[in-house]
């Protein structure tokens, strides 16, 4: 034991105890001292002191000594922390808390590797640049290492500290990279390459992921165990400088095993999720869902390498808050929440299996596309139709009106069909049943992914439409239009499927107008979605008021005819058709549209959503005479082809 450093002695009376106990009444009363844990924490009150005992002692030595020597941590660690700097003391005293309180250093590390982490990225990085990123993560330690000498701390022990601190963490960076890979730019393309995982071509194995992620483990815990069981002082005095038992424990103890273990069977079950999600397609899922997807997998390692921590030593932490939760660039742990038989703790700090709150909700959110993705695939088996990728669109992208849509395809509310004769080149159209469904009939469905997500905004478009001739069809168009135009705008946003949104010219039309303002995206809709803003002629009664509308083939305006004769020609206008004659009414638009809709029924007309208002029988057009060509000086009147006749013979004498 004399020929043992501090560290050495130390971890071989928290591994072995050899107890004397003499013969007789009284030394068995006088019993022997406990001994305490090496990591005892002096926040404990004195007569609880038995939670920080690692061999329990006997007697009236064991009840004393062994509140004695609590007494004695609390008292060390009091004066410890008046005569620390300023910037390693606690900020609030956390005493009888569970949470304990950080300082200024702990926060300064925190912070600089979230700094380091915006300026390296995400992902996997070139050799130079990870090793300048482990030098950089030390700059707040180097720093502080001066500060700690300026304080009276000892320089050799500091500097060792230091020293010790930056050996671990380029060891483990180059251990990482010779077993993981870096990246390399290869035909001007970067490549993670030079890796034992790419030596062995390891690939999709999820056996073979799993035991390099144990070498790796196992590996970067002796190398920080034998950096740390390095006594730099010690070797320039020639003294023992090598703490076996330290390294013993830290490589091959039960906490470092229990490491390599719970890494292991963490990397098995993400993986073993993971190849399996391979097999499946998600084409159409906005990245919401799938990095949810992605993220599950992720959770259920953290689940599985947690449980197994906890199983084998009675306690686990987790990080509930993370980085990555407010950008998707940086992962850098920030509250750390340890749980088990020592009870429960919790500190600012990057320690524990990465489960934090966002990536649990994102999670959920894979959940969810998971069961959506069977229900689909399901339905796209049943019906023979091509609608996995516009489905998913659809639910992932889609407004209010198009999740009910959705949600009613798989109520059997609304039934899709595919018609490759449209009329008038229309991409959709919705028909009544007549019995509380529709159908959508599409002119293409295809599991192509710029086809199927442009199918899905095509279903969208046709969520405001109930297949039900009305007067407030003119308005339901301008609400599809602005509702398949800002699902456009979603997917455009999302950048998984840009190039269906640029490369279809009626939705980037559609978007810039969009962008135009509201008035303007009105305007735009109705001249290019609803055909019946031409063509009228409307004929009004002795009172002023609208009898009759008709189709006259006037592309430009709206004419309207006195009970006189007197013929007036409206410009259309960013009303709908409805609203524009019941403007001309001398009423409300938005009030008297469904009025004249119904005049427009009764004059022979028909709205529907393929074609619009159009003429349904005879009387809904208007057949000009040679009057309207020959005559045009003539006060016309909307009259009976007698009267017609009549004034034409009072004009010709």
């Known amino acids: 034991m004399d020929s043992l450093s501090g560290k050495a002695k130390t971890a071989y009376e928290q591994s072995e105890r050899i107890v004397e106990l003499k013969a007789g009444e009284f030394n068995e009363w006088v019993g022997y001292a406990p001994v305490f844990k090496s990591d005892a924490n002096p926040g404990v009150d004195i007569e609880n002191f038995m939670a920080n005992v690692r061999f329990p002692g006997y007697g009236e030595t064991g009840r004393l000594m062994g509140m004695f020597i609590q007494h004695k941590m609390i008292e060390g660690a009091g004066e410890a922390a008046c005569d620390a700097p300023f910037y390693s003391r606690k900020l609030w005293d956390d005493r009888g808390s569970w949470f304990s309180a950080p300082s200024i250093r702990s926060l300064a590390d925190i912070a600089l590797t979230v700094a380091v982490a915006v300026a390296t990225g995400p992902g996997a990085l070139g050799m130079s640049t990870m090793l300048a990123a482990a030098g950089a993560n030390m700059i707040d330690d180097a720093i502080f290492t001066m500060m700690d000498i300026a304080n009276g701390l000892?320089?050799?022990?500091?500097?060792?500290?230091?020293?010790?601190?930056?050996?671990?963490?380029?060891?483990?960076?180059?251990?990482?990279?010779?077993?993981?890979?870096?990246?390399n730019i290869v035909d001007k393309a970067p490549v993670v390459t030079g890796g034992l995982a790419q030596a062995l071509n390891v690939g999709d194995s999820v056996m073979s992921s799993t035991l390099l992620k144990g070498a790796e483990i196992m590996a970067s815990n002796i190398a920080s165990s034998a950096i740390n069981a390095l006594d730099f002082e010690a070797m320039f005095k020639g003294r023992d400088f090598f703490d076996e038992r330290g390294f013993n424990e830290g490589a091959f103890g039960k906490g470092a095993m229990t490491g390599v273990v719970a890494g292991m069977a963490g990397n098995f079950v993400s993986g073993s999720f993971n190849s399996a999600m391979k097999s499946q397609s998600f084409a159409g899922f906005?990245?919401?869902?799938?990095?949810?997807?992605?993220?599950?997998?992720?959770?259920?390692?953290?689940?599985?390498?947690?449980?197994?921590?906890?199983?084998?030593?009675?306690?686990?932490?987790?990080n509930l808050l993370n980085m990555s939760m407010f950008s998707d660039k940086l992962n850098t742990g920030l509250f750390e929440l340890s749980f088990g038989k020592d009870g429960v703790h919790g500190a600012i700090g990057m320690g524990g299996t990465d489960l934090n709150v966002g990536k649990l909700v994102s999670s959920l959110n894979g959940i969810n596309a998971l069961y959506q993705n069977g229900r689909i695939n399901d339905y796209a088996a049943e019906t023979g139709l091509e609608a996995n990728v516009a489905l998913r669109t659809l639910f992932s992208y889609g407004d209010s009106a198009g999740r009910e849509t959705y949600s009613d395809i798989f109520r059997g509310d609304t039934k899709l069909a595919v018609d490759k004769n449209l009329a008038d080149n229309a991409m959709a159209k919705t028909v009544d049943n007549g019995n509380g469904t529709k159908t959508i009939?599409?002119?293409?469905?295809?599991?192509?992914?710029?086809?199927?997500?442009?199918?899905?905004?095509?279903?969208?478009?046709?969520?405001?439409?109930?297949?039900?001739?009305?007067?407030?069809?003119?308005?339901?168009t301008r609400s599809s239009v602005r509702g398949h135009t800002e699902m456009a705008i979603r997917v455009r946003d999302d950048k998984m499927y840009v190039n269906a949104i640029t490369y279809n010219q009626n939705l980037t039309n559609d978007i810039a107008a969009y962008e135009s303002g509201s008035a303007a995206f009105d305007a735009y809709a109705n001249k290019k979605y609803d055909s019946s803003g031409d063509y009228w002629r409307v004929t009004k009664d002795a009172?002023?008021?609208?009898?009759?509308?008709?189709?006259?083939?006037?592309?430009?305006?709206?004419?309207?005819?006195?009970?006189?004769?007197?013929?007036?020609?409206?410009?259309?206008?960013?009303?709908?058709?409805?609203?524009?004659?019941?403007?001309?009414?001398?009423?409300?638009?938005?009030?008297?549209?469904?009025?004249?809709?119904?005049?427009?029924?009764?004059?022979?007309?028909?709205?529907?959503?393929?074609?619009?208002?159009?003429?349904?029988?005879?009387?809904?057009?208007?057949?000009?005479?040679?009057?309207?060509?020959?005559?045009?000086?003539?006060?016309?009147?909307?009259?009976?082809?007698?009267?017609?006749?009549?004034?034409?013979?009072?004009?010709?004498?």
């Open 441 to 476: 009939f599409l002119t293409s469905l295809s599991n192509n992914v710029n086809a199927g997500v442009n199918a899905g905004i095509v279903l969208q478009h046709e969520a405001y439409r109930d297949g039900v001739d009305s007067g407030d069809q003119e308005a339901e």
């Open 543 to 653: 009172n002023g008021k609208v009898v009759k509308v008709q189709d006259d083939g006037d592309r430009n305006n709206i004419t309207v005819v006195s009970a006189t004769g007197e013929i007036i020609k409206v410009k259309r206008n960013q009303l709908t058709l409805s609203e524009q004659i019941a403007q001309i009414n001398g009423d409300e638009p938005s009030v008297g549209k469904d009025a004249m809709s119904q005049v427009m029924i009764e004059s022979g007309l028909y709205y529907n959503d393929r074609d619009k208002w159009h003429v349904k029988t005879n009387e809904g057009r208007y057949t000009p005479t040679y009057l309207d060509y020959m005559y045009p000086g003539i006060i016309q009147k909307e009259t009976t082809e007698s009267i017609r006749r009549t004034e034409e013979a009072e004009y010709r004498a």
């Open 154 to 183: 000892d320089a050799g022990d500091a500097l060792q500290g230091f020293a010790k601190k930056g050996l671990v963490s380029v060891a483990t960076s180059f251990i990482g990279a010779k077993i993981n890979g870096v990246v």
């Open 286 to 318: 906005s990245s919401t869902y799938t990095n949810g997807i992605k993220n599950l997998g992720a959770t259920l390692g953290g689940l599985a390498s947690t449980g197994v921590t906890y199983g084998m030593t009675g306690n686990a932490t987790v």
